[in-house]
């Protein structure tokens, strides 16, 4: 095998990983929507942070209660996102609120309110006063410091958020291989002994890496992570939107006629059931398929910066021989 075709396998096996690994960021979200994990983890994280366990006073719950906030959401329903510039008008406002009222607060109220404030933990106390004193009457360099401070927090949140996530990546990775039978070694076999198909592959990774859609897509999941969107919450419409991709994606997969599925004979096709039956058989297909589900759990942003770079490498390859 030559290195262009050597070359142009790996990048039908990285379009593979991309197209599955689209499947799983779908599922993935729609089960992180579903079942609120980020709603979640940003109340824990309000909560931990803002109560003043000490004096048994909840500045964090007043937040989240604040009209700012639960206008971004439907009623009963927790935000998986705050926008910095809310986060900080209701944190001051609690604040102002505690010694002043209603009234709105100045830079000197301000200063007043947090000296007096019992609401804060002694550690946000003394910073938010250091912002204060370093600010020289400018209210805006307030909020600033404290919109810096809530995203550095956020970025950290995002951090731990990713941390536990990863064991159900790694499961929806696994099961998407195992129910696609994308076994790694199957599939290389096939892409090694197929020209066609392998052409195919480079044709369509050439064309994914330019479609604007594609490019799109991957720039969202990269965000994800760090987004607290308008979207809170998991409505139907969003799960169907969610469950349509799922399935425009599957699609997209067969019809490059992939080798994968399941056939369920006695045949000798590549992906037969039956070249799972001896231990020997059950345990190759038992590693490809966990091979396959870890390369898929590493994402779509990924697996698509790879096939890019891929791309660019082998037109780069060519270009001698086409001038020939």
């Known amino acids: 095998m030559s290195l262009l075709n050597l070359l142009d396998l790996i990048i039908g096996l990285v379009f593979i990983f991309f197209i599955l690994s689209i499947v799983v960021s779908s599922i993935q979200e729609f089960l992180s929507s579903a079942l609120k994990f980020r709603s979640e983890n940003l109340e824990s994280w309000v909560k931990d942070t803002l109560n003043n366990k000490g004096k048994g006073i909840d500045l964090g719950d007043k937040i989240l209660k604040h ?7 439907k009623k009963s329903r927790k935000p998986s996102y705050i926008p910095t510039k809310h986060f900080v008008e209701a944190f001051l406002e609690n604040i102002q609120m505690e010694t002043h009222g209603f009234s709105p607060y100045t830079h000197h109220s301000l200063k007043t309110a947090v000296e007096k404030s019992q609401q804060l933990p002694d550690d946000l106390k003394f910073s938010l006063l250091q912002s204060i004193s370093e ?14 401070w809530f995203d550095n927090c956020m970025e950290r949140v995002s951090g ?16 998407v291989c195992l129910v696609a039978n994308a076994d790694l ?11 066609t198909l392998r ?14 859609s594609y490019i799109s897509l991957v720039n969202k999941l990269k965000s994800l992570p760090n987004e607290n969107g308008d979207s809170t919450n998991v409505d139907i419409k969003e799960l169907e939107t969610k469950l349509n ?4 994606y599957t699609d997209s997969v067969n019809v490059y006629q992939l080798p994968l599925g399941w056939e369920f004979n006695n045949s000798k096709h590549v992906n037969s059931i039956s ?3 001896s231990f020997g058989g059950f345990i ?28 660019n490498i082998r037109g780069v390859g060519k270009r001698p021989g086409a001038n020939e």
Do not use: C, H
């Open 245 to 248: 991709a799922i399935k425009a």
């Open 160 to 175: 731990t958020y990713k941390s536990k996530l990863r064991p159900w990546i790694i499961g929806i990775s696994v099961g």
């Open 185 to 195: 070694f199957m599939v290389s076999k096939y892409l090694y002994e197929n020209d």
């Open 135 to 148: 600010s020289k009457g400018e209210l805006q360099k307030v909020r600033s410091d404290i919109g810096n």
């Open 67 to 73: 009209s700012l906030i639960e206008r971004l959401v």
């Open 199 to 212: 052409e195919r592959l480079v044709l369509a990774a050439e064309r994914s890496v330019e479609n604007e």
């Open 275 to 277: 070249s799972v039956y």
């Open 284 to 311: 190759i297909k038992l590693i490809g398929i966990l091979l396959s589900g870890f390369a898929v759990s590493l994402g779509a942003p990924f697996w698509f910066d790879l096939l890019n770079k891929l791309v």
